[in-house]
């Protein structure tokens, strides 16, 4: 089974920066498309930003131009850098591969804009 751990969320102004950090186990194998997710209060999850195994991306609208997704594969690591962050990108963000896998869902990391 596939654990993953999100990690470096925050409390940060608007303009501000934070960078993600998406580590995995487990059933790793065969991880060839993963994204960032997000899911603001009282809203459903999105997915923000996909990298595929070839290393292309794609970002959803709100957040392109801003957030820039990579992976290390010899860390089994995924990463989300996002700047110029702006209060709407307040959320949990979550790690998965595209499409999701029900039961690995972590507990994400906290995301909050604001002054």
């Known amino acids: 089974q596939l654990q993953l751990v999100e990690s470096g969320g925050g409390l940060v102004q608007p303009g501000g920066s934070l960078r993600l950090s998406c580590t995995a186990s487990?059933?790793?194998?065969?991880?060839?498309?993963m994204g960032w997710f997000r899911q603001a209060p009282g809203k459903q999850r999105e997915l923000v930003a996909t990298i595929f195994s070839g290393g292309n991306t794609h970002y959803e609208d709100s957040v392109k131009g801003r957030f820039t997704i990579s992976r290390d594969n010899t860390k089994n690591t995924l990463y989300l850098q996002m700047n110029g962050l702006k209060p709407e990108d307040t959320a949990v963000y979550y790690c998965?591969?595209?499409?999701?896998?029900?039961?690995?869902w972590g507990q994400g990391t906290q995301v909050t804009v604001s002054s």
């Open positions: 487990g059933s790793t194998r065969s991880l060839y498309v």
């Open positions: 998965n591969a595209v499409p999701a896998r029900t039961s690995s």
